[in-house]
């Protein structure tokens, strides 16, 4: 019986992967790829949400120093016992809005500073893993969409040393492919 369960969790998964990828021109912003991650994550944003300050502007966040970048925030958060998040650079997601994809940047920071696990490939790679192992098992195109939205992003990133102008349409060509990371933006 948990096979046929299992079995059946994959070809929902398929399906809705395989509708994103065809149907995604005509999708509204407002529409999420996942109305139940986007659930999951306001669920678990509800139980924290004491811990966070939005800010217009990180003064922790230095590129060039990623390292110090991490100490900054865990002194901080174990000073003051909040995590500033920077509210920029929300729009065009795929949690179809701006509060969506704060409160997913909550969540990613929040294991951050708690595993003190840094900003390099390296760190965001045990973070994605450690939130993919949060959600449910049968979550697979979820777990997949979590993993585009921190991997797929950060390899983009190292390819053009500048950030997306369009997360939601990167994550829709890097389900077609992960050579998405090699199309630069324009």
Known sequence: MDILKDLDAVEQNFHRREYLISNFSRLKSSVPFSPRLNLWI???FKL???LFVFTDKDDFFDA?????????YVEHFNSTNTILIWNGASS???YGSEKGNLM???????????????FSFAGESIVASIQCSMLPSDWIFEKELVMIEILGQNQYYSVHKEFLKSQRQFTIEYLKSAKAIFTKQV
């Open 48 to 50: 924290h949400q004491s």
């Open 104 to 118: 997913f940047r909550c969540w990613h920071d929040y294991i951050h500073i708690t595993h003190r696990s840094g």
């Open 64 to 72: 060039k120093s990623i390292q110090e970048t991490l100490q900054l």
């Open 92 to 94: 065009d997601n795929i």
């Open 42 to 44: 306001e669920k678990w």
